[in-house]
């Protein structure tokens, strides 16, 4: 079992003045968190939805750093590589509508070229998305009893950030690529959300990874928790989170970053094999991002709870680094 406190009933982020409320820093099995940040300057909010299908991998994002709104859809065809990769940067992020909760509400965006709509209600979540030649419309159900993980990073009282990993969550619907319309067949897809509402440091590193596969799921983070006494580690199995409080070694080669990455604890045991490197940099003076995030299979164990050793042997994912100056 995890050292972390479990938070079960519901709570607010901050304090009336903006600071972050101590009562706030744990972690949940499903979202319990409003995000009732106030400021402005060093806010960040996003949702990103990334999609894993047996020839496709999607990823959109609908975002606000506060001085500016950064927007991305973002598809890869996993047979011939081919990357189609559309992004809209919208100063004072004018225009996006980011709810202060998971799973409640609607997400929007229309920039450029790029257009997301994230209908949330409690039964499902309705994905809807548009740049250039790539159209997406999907699905995500919850079913009964599913449990994602949220945590609370506290780097101290005017820093700190919420995090919602939903991975392994069922998805359905379709894409289009130029005139081609693909299905997303539910029972070999799958969804991640990684939902995001905080006031960052300037300058952080981050590593995350997240794999499924039938009745399984992997969730892991680096780099950006050391320290804090939180981490975002879990293991899903058939819908149920067993949360991992060690602090994970990360190790990868970032000369050649297709080469295995390793992630190892007193619960895990993994090895990432890549099979796909997508990069992203961005540089606009004191602001910078340059992230490199692998597309892959996992290989290697992690325990539940109760600990029984849990085979991640032919999940699906991706491990990432990101460093960022926002």
């Avoid at 979202?31 to 991998?57: C, D, F, M, Q, S």
């Avoid at 506060?66 to 004018?94: F, N």
């Avoid at 979540?125 to 449990?147: C, F, K, Y």
């Avoid at 590193?205 to 992997?218: C, L």
Wanted: hydrophobic share 40%.
């Amino acid at each position: 079992m995890t050292h972390e406190r479990e938070i079960t009933e519901p709570v607010e982020l901050c304090l009336p003045d903006g600071r972050l409320d101590p009562d706030a820093v744990g972690w949940t099995r499903r979202p319990l968190h409003r995000a009732n940040l106030r400021g402005w300057g060093r806010r960040k909010r996003w949702e990103y939805w990334g999609v894993v299908t047996p020839t496709h991998i999607l990823g959109v994002v609908a975002s606000s750093l506060d001085y500016a709104g950064v927007h991305s859809v973002y598809l890869l065809d996993r047979a011939t590589g081919a990357e189609v990769a559309t992004e809209a940067v919208v100063p004072l992020a004018r225009g996006v509508v980011l709810p202060e909760r998971s799973g409640a509400g609607r997400v929007s965006v229309r920039a450029g070229a790029v257009t997301v709509t994230i209908d949330q209600t409690p039964g499902a979540t309705v994905l809807r998305a548009s740049a250039g030649q790539v159209e997406i419309d999907l699905t995500m159900p919850l079913p009964p009893g599913h449990e994602s993980l949220g945590v609370v990073v506290p780097w101290g009282r005017h820093r700190f950030q919420y995090t919602v990993k939903d991975v392994g969550r069922p998805v359905r619907g379709r894409f289009r690529v130029g005139a081609t319309w693909h299905a997303v067949p539910p029972a070999e897809s799958f969804a991640v959300l990684d939902h995001g509402r905080g006031k960052w440091p300037y300058s952080i590193t981050w590593n995350w990874a997240a794999g499924a596969g039938p009745g399984r799921a992997i969730q892991l983070g680096g780099a950006w928790t050391d320290g804090t006494g939180s981490t975002e580690n879990a293991l899903v199995v058939d819908g149920r989170l067993h949360k991992i409080g060690d602090e994970l070694r990360w190790r990868y080669d970032r000369a050649d970053w297709t080469r295995p990455w390793r992630v190892t604890g007193p619960r895990v045991d993994a090895t990432f094999h890549p099979f796909h490197e997508r990069v992203s940099r961005t540089s606009l003076g004191v602001v910078a991002n340059e992230t490199h995030q692998c597309f892959g299979h996992f290989t290697g164990w992690a325990t539940t709870d109760d600990g029984e050793r849990i085979d991640l042997d032919g999940l699906v994912g991706w491990a990432e680094e990101a460093r960022n100056r926002w």
